[in-house]
Nanobody, 125 residues
Framework: QVQVVESGGGLVQAGGSLRLSCTAS????????MAWFRQAPGKEREFVTA????????YYADSVKGRFAISRDGAENTVYLQMNSLEPAETAVYYC????WGSGRYAEQSSYDYWGQGTQVTVSS
């Protein structure tokens, strides 16, 4: 069983920045497709960004392109999400997810076998 744990959420003003971290307890972490999803109050969970094994490829939702950046540190079994120019509408619980099989369907929640508990990000106006 792989454990996924997010950290780094908090309160930030509109236009500000925040960096989230996600650690996964797996020796083969570098082979996992890793992603971030978010769920705003009253809305369905949506795809934000993903990174392929070893960081070879990254994928972003159109709404965050140019403002968010995903990266990974294989030595630390950690994935990072740097979020810049945050907007109040991006207030949500942010979830980290792991796909051990590298399905390639990076935006589909069903591709991910392991999920963290989520970390709250609140953007004030």
């Amino acid at each position: 069983q792989v454990q996924v744990v997010e950290s780094g959420g908090g309160l930030v003003q509109a236009g500000g920045s925040l960096r989230l971290s996600c650690t996964a307890s797996s020796r083969t972490f570098s082979r996992y497709l890793m992603a971030w999803f978010r769920q705003a109050p009253g809305k369905e969970r949506e795809f934000v960004t993903a990174i392929s094994w070893a960081g070879a490829s990254t994928y972003y939702a159109d709404s965050v392109k140019g403002r968010f950046a995903i990266s990974r540190d294989g030595a630390e079994n950690t994935v990072y999400l740097q979020m810049n120019s945050l907007e109040p509408a991006e207030t949500a619980v942010y979830y980290c997810a792991a796909d051990p099989w590298g399905s390639g369907r990076y935006a589909e929640q069903s591709s991910y076998d392991y999920w963290g508990q989520g970390t709250q990000v609140t953007v004030s106006s």
